[in-house]
C-alpha cells in the first residue's frame, strides 16, 4: 500500500512539473527552482532584468533650459514684490490692499507641487513619465518603464503598449490585461484573493514637465514649466498672482478651447478649500480676467482691505467672512458707507441690522468706526487723600459714601470740611459741587448721590499749607548711618544724591523728594544737600578748607523740633565745630497795620552748646519755628594741617608741617639745619600754588582780552596757559632774609609753598637776539657787554633799550636809560640776560591815529590865534 502511495505521489509531482514548464516563463521557472533549491542569491541574479533600475524618490524629468527657466522663476519669487524694477509707488502701494495680494507675494512660501503624494487617479500620462511595475507573489519581478515621445512604453516579451492619454488607472487595467499573458492568473494589487496568489502593482515615478501659458492680468504673464503633477494654484504662484487690476473670484482654466474649471481664490483665502485646483495639462491655458466690483473696508474691522465681491454678497458676509469681523471697539450699531453715483459722491449710514439685505457696489468705500474711548456709561473717579483712589463703577458706588467705601476708605490727613465734585450736564458743560463731608459722616447732611462722569476730589491738610522748612548750616557731620536714608549718597560738592521711584538717580537740588523722619511725607517734603559755597566760588587756599567743606541740609519742619533733635538728623557735629555758640536767624514775622515799619529784617538767637548736644537751660526749651537757619560755626583756633617742601642745598632737605600761620623763610630753614657749603643763597627761589577760583580765571581772562593800547598796538598776552598755569616763581633775598629774620625779606611761608636753594651756579646764559645764544662762564669783574660779546654781539633786529636780566632767584631786572646813557642791571652768578626783538613797524591804523591828533592839534591852535587877533583889534 505504501508502495502504490509513493508511486502516485512521484507521478503527480512530475505532471505537475511539466504542466508548470508550458505555462510559466522561464525566468519564473528558474526562481520557482532557486527556490526549491534554497539559493537566494542565484533567485535575486535571475530576477533582475536588464532594464530595471533602483527605486528612488520621484523626480522631475526637465531639460537643461527648463530647469534653468524654473530656478530663475523661483528666484524672482523670493525677491521682495517692491524691488520689481520701474515699478510705481502708488500702484506698489495699492496691490499691498488687496485682499489676497500677500498670499502671492511671500518672500518665504513656493506654492511648490507635492511630489510624495500618491499618483492621482485621473493623472493623465504623457511622453517622460515613468511607470514603476512590481510583481510580486509566487512570481516576482519588477520593471521601469519611460512613456516615449510616441506614446509606448515597451515590456520585454510583450512589446509596445500605448498608454499616452490614458489616465494612471487606465493604464494599469491595460498593463495588467498585457503582462497576464506570460503570467498566468494576474491580478491588480488590492482587487482581492487571487487563486494564483500573484499580484501586480504599478506606480509613477519620475514625472514630466508639461507648458501652461498664463494670460491675462498677473504680475508675470508668459508661459511656464512646471511639474505634471502641479496644479493651478502652483502655476499661479509661478506668476506672481493678480495684479492691481486681476481678478480674484473668477480664475478660469482653459483646455481645449473649453473652460473646464474656474477658480474663487476667497474660498482659499477665507475658508482654506482649494476648490477646483485641479492638476494642469499640457498646453493649458490659466487666464485671470479684469475685476468686476470692488469694495475698501477699513476702520475697526480685523482684517480691513480692498476686497472683489459677487452681485449675490451681502454687507454682512463681506465684514464676517471676508474682512473677519468686526473688533472688540468698533462701533457696530451704524456703518458709514461712501458711494460714487453718476455725478457725484454720497453718503449712506447704514443700521447694523440691515446689513443682510444691502448688497455693496463697486467703489463703496465702508467706514467702520470706533467707540468713544474716552466716555463710560458708568465709570465714577475718585482722587486724593484715600487708600486706593482710582475709577470705579456706578452701580455699586452710587452715592459718595459708598464711593469712599470702595476706594479704601478715608486717610487721616483728608480734609473733611470741603469735598469737590466736578459733574458733566446735559449740555457736556461741566460744574462743581462743594460738599461738605464732615455733616455728611456725622448724619447733619444727607448723604450725595453720584452721576455717571462724576470725579470726585478729596484733599489734603498739607496741601492746605505752605511746605515748612527748617535749615542747618556749618560743620554738621551727616553720616549716612544716623539718618533714616538708607540709599541717600552724596556729591563731591556735597550735593546729595537718591534714587527716586522710577530708579534713577536724580540730584536734590532737583527737588527730589524723600523720608527723613518716620512722620514726614515722602511726596511733598523736600529734603536738600547742598555745599554752603558754591563750586565755582571755592578757593583752594588753606584759609578757605574749613569753609569749602561745610554743609547746608534743608529738612521738612515738625511741630515740636528743637535744636538737638536737628543737630542729630544732620549726623552730629563735626570736630571743627565751635561749640560756644549756636546761632538761629529767624524770619521776622508779619507786623499788625498799627506797628510802625523798621529796618530788622530777621530776628538772631545765640546759644551754647556741648559736644554731647547739651544746650543751656534756656535752649534745651527752645522750639524751632519754620524757617529757621541754625548756623555751626568754626571753631577760631580750628586749622587743618598744613605743609611745605624744602628742596636742594640745605642739611635736611623734605617736607615740614607749619607750627603757626605767620611761620617766615628764615624760621623753616633753620628748622632744616641751615644752609649746607654748596648753597647759593642768592639764587634760591620760592615756587607759590597758583589758588584762583573758577570766577576768577573766568574774570582774569576776560581783563586779558579787554587789555590793549590801541596807539602803541600793544596788548596783553593771550596765553591760555597764563590763567591755567598752578604754578608761580617769587624772587626772594634769601641772604637778607638770614641777617635780617622778620624784617621785610623774611616771608611768610604759605601751604604748598615750595623752597628751591640751588648750587653755586658757574656760568650766565645770553639769549634772545644775539648772534650765538650760548652760556658764558662768570668770572667777577666782567660787564654786561662782554656777557653779550661772548655771545657774539647784537643783530640789526635786538632792541637794545629794552634788554633784562633774569637772575637765579626768579627775580627780572631791565635796562634804564636816562637821555643818551643806559644802565644796565648787574651780573651775578646763574643770571640769564634775555635781549628782546624790535617791535613791528607802525601800522596803518597807529599812522592815522597820530596824523588825526596832530591835525586836531594844530587846528585848534589856528582857531585860538585867529580868535586873539580879533579880540585884539
Known sequence: MNKKFSFVLMAFLLLSTKMMSQTIPFGVQGQLLDRMNNNPSNSQNRNQPQNQANVGRRTITTTPKQKQNYDSLMADRKRNAGEIADEDTAVFNLRKRIFGYSIFNNKTGTFEPNLKIATPKSYVLGPDDELIIDINGYSEDHYNLTVSPDGFVKINRIGNVYVAGLTIEEAKSRIISKLSQIFVGLRREGSGPSSTNLYASISLGSIRTVNVTVQGEVLFPGTYSVPSLARVMNVLYLAGGPNQNGTYREIQLIRNKKVIATIDLYDFLTAGIQKNDVNIHDQDIIKVGVYKSRIEVKGKVKRPALFEIMPQENLSKVIQDFAGGFTEDAFRELVKITRYTNRERKLIDLNSALMNSFSPQTGDVIQVESVNQDRFENKISILGEVFRPGQFALEGSSTLLKLIDRAGGLKENAFL?????????????????????????????????????????????????????????????????????????????????????????????????????GNTDSNTDVVQIESEISEELKSNEAANQLINRQLKLTLPFVEKMTVEDLILQAGGLRESAATGVVEIVRRKKNLADNIPMNSQIAEIIRFSISKKLQLDETASTFELQPYDEIFIRSSPNYELQQFITIQGQVIYPGVYGLEKKDERLSEIITRAGGLNRQAYPKGAKLIRKIQLTEFEKNRKTEQLNEIQDNFTGISAQKDPAIVTKTKETIGIDLVKALKNPGGEDDLYVLEGDIIDIPKEPQTVKVSGEVLYPNSVKYLEGKSFYDFISEAGGFTSSSARKRTYVLYSNGSVKRTKSFLFLRFHPKIEQGAEIIVPKKSKVATGQQIVSVVSIFTGTLTSLIGIITLIKATSN
Open 417 to 517: 470740611d470741603r469735598v469737590l465734585i466736578q459733574r458733566i450736564n446735559p449740555d457736556l458743560s461741566k460744574t462743581n459741587l462743594s460738599v461738605n463731608l464732615k455733616d455728611i459722616l456725622t448724619n447733619k447732611s444727607k448723604d450725595i448721590a453720584l452721576r455717571r462722569e462724576d470725579n470726585v476730589s478729596i484733599f489734603s491738610i498739607l496741601d492746605l499749607k505752605e511746605g515748612y522748612t527748617v535749615t542747618i548750616h556749618g560743620e554738621i557731620n551727616l553720616k549716612r548711618e544716623k539718618r533714616n536714608e538708607s540709599d541717600a549718597e552724596l556729591n563731591l560738592d556735597g550735593s546729595k544724591k537718591s534714587e527716586n521711584n522710577t530708579g534713577k538717580i536724580t540730584s536734590s537740588q532737583d527737588n527730589n523728594r524723600n523720608n527723613l523722619t
